[in-house]
């Protein structure tokens, strides 16, 4: 990677061509290309075939912005809105000088408090999701327990069922043959009284 003090002196030209603008700011053409598309102040002019056309200045803009992205690591979004700021702000970066802009540091700070109070809300919504999945797996659980309770009873109560239906049956049985017993023993005597006559 070229440092600023390796690339060549702009020359004393109107414009310059994109292969030309492109050495002199120490990236290749599609570079410049697609900072065209990123920044809305790099606009070359096209000549009468259609080729883009560079002047001094957007050749010292576009040594700025690779400035920016290549030795000072700027995100294209931090680039843009340092460009925003303004040509001071950007030359105090490029010269290693603090930044003097209040705005700038209070709409950070304002970033970072709506940031900040963003995790927060997020942070309270996912603890509550989290006391809601326990609730609901304890939930589930206890009527697992009570539906494998239940089964248990319906078990049990149909095993009782059974006994006690045998038990009749056999109670019945036990009746019938002493209900018989009973009424040969009680028809013998009348029998015998009517016989005696």
Do not use: C
Request: glycine share 6%.
């Amino acid at each position: 990677m070229t440092s600023p003090s390796d690339l060549p002196p702009i020359p004393d030209k109107l414009s310059f061509k994109i292969g030309e603008a492109g050495r002199l700011v120490g990236v290749e053409p599609h570079v410049l290309r697609f900072w065209e598309k990123e920044f809305s102040r790099v606009r070359p002019q096209k000549g009468r075939n259609g080729h883009r056309l560079y002047s001094k200045s957007d050749v010292r803009l576009l040594r700025r912005i690779r400035g920016l992205l290549h030795r000072h690591r700027y995100t294209l979004a931090g680039a843009k809105a340092l460009l925003r700021e303004g040509d001071d702000a950007v030359t105090a970066v490029l010269q290693g000088r603090p930044l003097a802009s209040a705005a700038a540091l209070d709409e950070a700070a304002s970033e970072v408090d709506t940031l900040k109070a963003q995790v927060g809300t997020l942070e309270t919504e996912r603890d509550q999701a989290l006391r809601e999945h326990v609730h609901a797996k304890e939930e589930a659980a206890f009527w697992r327990r009570a539906a494998r309770r239940a089964e248990d009873n319906v078990r049990r109560l149909d095993a009782t069922l059974v006994a006690l239906t045998d038990a009749v049956r056999e109670e019945a049985t036990s009746l019938r043959v002493v209900a018989g017993r009973a009424s040969e023993t009680t028809r013998e005597p009348v029998d015998t009284a009517i016989r005696r006559p």
